[in-house]
T-cell receptor
Framework: GIQVEQSPPDLILQEGANSTLRCNFS?????LQWFHQNPWGQLINLFY???GTKQNGRLSATTVATERYSLLYISSSQTTDSGVYFC????????????FGQGTILTVHP | EPEVTQTPSHQVTQMGQEVILRCVPI?????FYWYRQILGQKVEFLVS????????KSEIFDDQFSVERPDGSNFTLKIRSTKLEDSAMYFC??????????FGSGTRLTVV
C-alpha cells in the first residue's frame, strides 16, 4: 500500500515562530488532506489539497503532486497550534481510503 | 457548523464482549468512514461506506468488524469478541463526496 512519511517527527517552537511540516508519498496524490489533532484528541480538517496552494489565516499548504510531496506552513505560531499534525492521502485508484503519516508533534511555548 | 456526532465518548468493555459504536454523520454527506487510532500511533483506516454498502475495507476488517446504517441518520461499527489490542480511539468521518472529511470527536474504547 501507499507509504506516507512525515517530517519532522517533533517540533518545538516559541510563540510567534514560523514552521514548515512536510509529507512525502510513495504513490500518486489524489485525496491529500491535512489534519490537526488537538490535545483533546479531536481531528480537525485543515486542508483538502491534491495540488497547488491554499491559505487559511496563518496556515497555508502547498502540494507538488508531480514530486509527491506536500508542505504545511504555520506562521506566527500560537500555543493553540500545539498538537499533532497529520497528512493523509489515498493514492493509486483508491480515493476514499486515506493512509496517514505518523504525524508531527508540535509544541508551541508561550 | 455541522458536525459528526459519536456516542459514547468513552466505553469500557470486557475482553470477549461485543461493542457497538455509534455515529451520526452530517446529514447531506454521502460517504462514511471508520478509522481507529491506537494510543500514540497513527490514524488507521478501517472501512468506507457508500450507497448502503461497503466500498473499501482494511485487511483487518473482516476478522472482527461490521458496519450498518440502520436508518437514515445512524452509522454503526460493531466489534465482535473484543481483544485487549482493540483498545483505541475510534473515529467516524463523513464527506459529501470522496474529499474533505469531517471527523467526529471519537469514542475511546478500553478493553479490560
Amino acid at each position: 500500500g501507499i507509504q506516507v512519511e512525515q517530517s519532522p517527527p517533533d517540533l518545538i517552537l516559541q510563540e510567534g515562530a514560523n514552521s514548515t511540516l512536510r509529507c512525502n508519498f510513495s504513490d500518486s496524490v489524489n485525496n491529500l488532506q491535512w489534519f490537526h489533532q488537538n490535545p483533546w484528541g479531536q481531528l480537525i480538517n485543515l486542508f483538502y489539497i491534491p495540488s497547488g496552494t491554499k491559505q487559511n489565516g496563518r496556515l497555508s499548504a502547498t502540494t507538488v503532486a508531480t514530486e509527491r510531496y506536500s508542505l504545511l506552513y504555520i506562521s506566527s505560531s500560537q500555543t493553540t497550534d500545539s498538537g499533532v499534525y497529520f497528512c493523509g492521502n489515498a493514492g493509486g485508484t483508491s480515493y476514499g481510503k486515506l493512509t496517514f503519516g505518523q504525524g508531527t508533534i508540535l509544541t508551541v511555548h508561550p | 457548523e455541522p458536525e459528526v456526532t459519536q456516542t459514547p465518548s468513552h466505553q469500557v468493555t470486557q475482553m470477549g464482549q461485543e461493542v457497538i459504536l455509534r455515529c451520526v454523520p452530517i446529514s447531506n454527506h454521502l460517504y462514511f468512514y471508520w478509522y481507529r487510532q491506537i494510543l500514540g500511533q497513527k490514524v488507521e483506516f478501517l472501512v468506507s461506506f457508500y450507497n448502503n454498502e461497503i466500498s473499501e475495507k482494511s485487511e483487518i476488517f473482516d476478522d472482527q468488524f461490521s458496519v450498518e446504517r440502520p436508518d437514515g441518520s445512524n452509522f454503526t461499527l460493531k466489534i465482535r469478541s473484543t481483544k485487549l489490542e482493540d483498545s483505541a480511539m475510534y473515529f467516524c468521518a463523513s464527506s459529501p463526496d470522496l474529499y474533505g472529511y469531517t471527523f467526529g470527536s471519537g469514542t475511546r474504547l478500553t478493553v479490560v
